[in-house]
C-alpha cells in the first residue's frame, strides 16, 4: 500500500528565509506526487505535481519540489517565504495505475513570521 | 486553473435529517470525481469514487447507505448525508479530475462544506 509521510507538524521561518516543507513517500509502483495547499476552512490548492521528467517541479506562488527517488523524497521548497504563505501544506501520492486516488500525508502547518 | 465548487459552504442540520452537498466543476467535464471527509486539524480521508453515470466505488470502513453519492453528469456529484447524526459533522471536501493534459490528469478541489448536525 501507498503512504506518505509529512514528518513535521508544524515549520515556523522568517519572511524573506528560504523555507523546506518535508515529504517522504512508499509505494510499489511509480508514484505521482503532488503538493496541495489549504488555508483555513478552504478546501485544496493545487500548488505542483510531479510525474516525469525533471526532478525539479516548478509550481504555482513561487514553490518548486524536488524528487529523489533514492530517499523517496518530494519536499517542498520556496527561496523567500511570505507571510502570505502561512497555511496548511499537504503532500500526496498517487500510483499509476492506481484510479487516480490520492494518499494524503498528514499535513505541515506552515508559519511565517515577520 | 480549474474550478470546482461546492455548495453549500456551511449547513446545519437537526439529527435524522438529510442534507446534500453538491460538487460541480465549473470549466471542465469530470467523469471521475471523489469525495473527501477531513476532521479538524488532521488529514482527508477519502470516502468513494464517484464515476459519471455508475455507482460509486466507497473506501472500506464507509457506509454507502449513508453516504449516498450520485454523480449525474459530467459536471456534477453529490453527497447526501442520510440520517445525520452529531458524529457526521465534519468538513466535506470534494475533488474533480480534469485532463487529460500535457503532464496527464490534475485534480482540483473543491472549497469544501462544513456539516454540523445538531
Known amino acids: 500500500a501507498q503512504s506518505v509521510a509529512q514528518p513535521e507538524d508544524q515549520v515556523n521561518v522568517a519572511e524573506g528565509n528560504p523555507l523546506t516543507v518535508k515529504c517522504t513517500y512508499s509505494?510499489?509502483?511509480?508514484?505521482?506526487l503532488f503538493w496541495y495547499v489549504q488555508y483555513p476552512n478552504r478546501g485544496l490548492q493545487f500548488l505542483l505535481k510531479?510525474?516525469?521528467?525533471?526532478?525539479l517541479v516548478k509550481g504555482s506562488y513561487g514553490f518548486e519540489a524536488e524528487f529523489n527517488k533514492s530517499q523517496t523524497s518530494f519536499h517542498l521548497k520556496k527561496p523567500s517565504a511570505l507571510v502570505s504563505d502561512s497555511a496548511l501544506y499537504f503532500c500526496a501520492v498517487e500510483v499509476t495505475g492506481g484510479g487516480n486516488k490520492l494518499t494524503f500525508g498528514t499535513g505541515t502547518q506552515l508559519k511565517v513570521e515577520l | 486553473g480549474a474550478v470546482v465548487s461546492q455548495h453549500p459552504s456551511w449547513v446545519i442540520c437537526k439529527s435524522g435529517t438529510s442534507v446534500k452537498i453538491e460538487c460541480r466543476s465549473l470549466d471542465f467535464q469530470a467523469t471521475t470525481m471523489f469525495w473527501y471527509r477531513q476532521f479538524p486539524k488532521q488529514s482527508l480521508m477519502l470516502m468513494a469514487t464517484?464515476?459519471?453515470?455508475?455507482?460509486?466505488?466507497?473506501e472500506q470502513g464507509v457506509e454507502k447507505d449513508k453516504f449516498l453519492i450520485n454523480h449525474a453528469s459530467l459536471t456534477l456529484s453529490t453527497l447526501t448525508v442520510t440520517s445525520a447524526h452529531p458524529e457526521d459533522s465534519s468538513f466535506y471536501i470534494c475533488s474533480a479530475e480534469k485532463g487529460p493534459g500535457l503532464t496527464g490528469n490534475t485534480i482540483y478541489f473543491g472549497e469544501g462544506s462544513w456539516l454540523t448536525v445538531v
Open positions: 464517484s464515476n459519471e453515470g455508475s455507482k460509486a466505488t466507497y
Open positions: 510531479y510525474i516525469t521528467g525533471d526532478n
Open positions: 509505494v510499489s509502483g511509480n508514484p505521482y
